[in-house]
């Protein structure tokens, strides 16, 4: 979709700071959908009520620092001329929220079971019929334009667009430092956690402790952003587990947890292909891996697990043993040492940095606890119904 909208910007000329704007924009259009099940429904067209995902993508970007412009693209990515939503909203955000538009209905109507070309002049003939009544029939022509090039709908369904993607972004040569890393890593903690309440707080939770972790034992404060980095990422490859399965009130079956074992996998995956990120992305990868080769999904021994890695491991069992599942209620100091010291005896996960846990418990629970709260404020102001606490937000982005 952010392919399809970047050809129409192309062809309206706009400036590289409405293209770079527009092109995040589409990459995150649908980021309020928060499930995969909500997303697949999306996709399919198979939601009729658009504007809660619209509201939900714009609260979280809204809480982001440097992000709010696109947020209000978000807010609208649904609008048209017809149903006025767009009057009283600047001209920018107004042509980029329709040329998302605009792309994503190309999109999702496109058939990627037959031949891509056969299906041109049914999208040219269903863009006409928008122009005028839903959308400024500038942005119409600019994408009748590009229809009419083969390459545009060949490029288009070829596996190697992400590559492409990569190779024309306006996105591309920017650098972040740590600091820009960590802001941008909470915006995809909110999209991996806030699925669920009861994940809601989990990676800022395991963030937070990571780095108290990191501070009691001496590493440095470079390295300690690192780690928090690493907590608020660490679960990213969630966001391809049901929320079916993360909400089951009750233990899981084997089979449903063959397909949770799947989660570190993907972590690891997405964030090995990010460049800059070194070690982190083990770090963050390796929080179900065990000393003894018991954990997973590498069975990975001691030795290929250095003390970061070891640190986000006893991190993520300190804040999932100390919060509130659906399966059960948060253990307190007695119930979150038994089980590290349980893990300690098997050999499975590092016993200095257990004792290290005992020794600081009332400083590293509070801290994760007041790490948590926040992100729970953070969850509420983007779950709430529209109309309630955020209601003239909502309705100004």
Not at 7 to 20: G, K
Not at 54 to 70: K, M, P, S, Y
Not at 299 to 306: I, N, P, S, Y
């Amino acid at each position: 979709m952010a392919f399809i909208a970047g050809e129409i910007a192309a062809v309206l000329d706009l400036p590289e700071v409405l293209r770079r704007r527009l092109f995040v924009a589409a990459l995150l259009h649908d980021v309020g959908a928060l499930s995969p099940e909500e997303k697949m429904d999306l996709y399919a067209s198979k939601v009729e009520e658009c504007d809660t995902h619209c509201i939900r993508g714009a609260r979280l970007l809204h809480q982001v620092d440097g992000f709010g412009e696109e947020g209000r693209v978000l807010r609208l990515h649904h609008a048209t001329l017809r149903d006025g939503s767009l009057a009283d909203v600047d001209e920018d955000t107004a042509r980029l929220a329709q040329i998302v538009h605009l792309s994503d209905l190309v999109d999702r109507a496109l058939d990627r079971g037959r031949y891509v070309l056969h299906q041109a002049d049914t999208m040219c003939d269903m863009a006409r019929d928008l122009a005028r009544c839903d959308f400024e029939v500038s942005i119409v022509r600019a994408f009748l334009e590009v229809a009419r090039r083969e390459d545009f709908w060949l490029q288009m369904v070829l596996p190697t667009l992400g590559q492409h993607l990569e190779a024309i972004s306006p996105c591309r040569g920017e650098m972040l430092d740590a600091c820009g890393v960590e802001v941008h890593a909470g915006l995809v903690q909110g999209m991996v956690d806030f699925r669920s309440s009861f994940t809601a707080a989990h990676s800022a939770g395991v963030a937070e402790a990571a780095d108290a972790l990191g501070g009691y034992c001496d590493l440095s404060p470079e390295r300690r952003v690192v780690l928090r980095i690493a907590g608020l990422l660490h679960d990213l490859g969630k966001m391809a587990v049901p929320t079916s399965i993360l909400e089951k009130p009750s233990g899981l079956t084997k089979a449903e947890f063959a397909f949770m074992r799947q989660h570190t996998f993907h972590t690891y995956r997405l964030l090995r292909g990010v460049d800059g990120l070194g070690g982190m992305a083990a770090w963050a990868a390796y929080h179900h891996e065990k000393l003894d080769g018991s954990g997973y999904p590498f069975h990975l021994e001691g030795r290929a697990l250095d003390p970061q890695a070891r640190i986000i491991g006893v991190a993520d069992i300190f804040t999932a043993m100390a919060e509130d599942r659906p399966y059960r209620k948060g253990q307190g100091r007695e119930g979150v040492l038994r089980v590290l010291r349980d893990e300690c005896t098997t050999g499975r996960v590092d016993g200095e940095l257990v004792e290290t846990v005992a020794e600081s418990y009332p400083d590293m629970v509070g801290r994760v606890l007041d790490a948590q709260h926040a992100a729970r404020s953070r969850f509420s102001d983007v779950l709430q119904p529209a109309g309630e606490k955020g209601a003239k937000a909502d309705q100004s982005t």
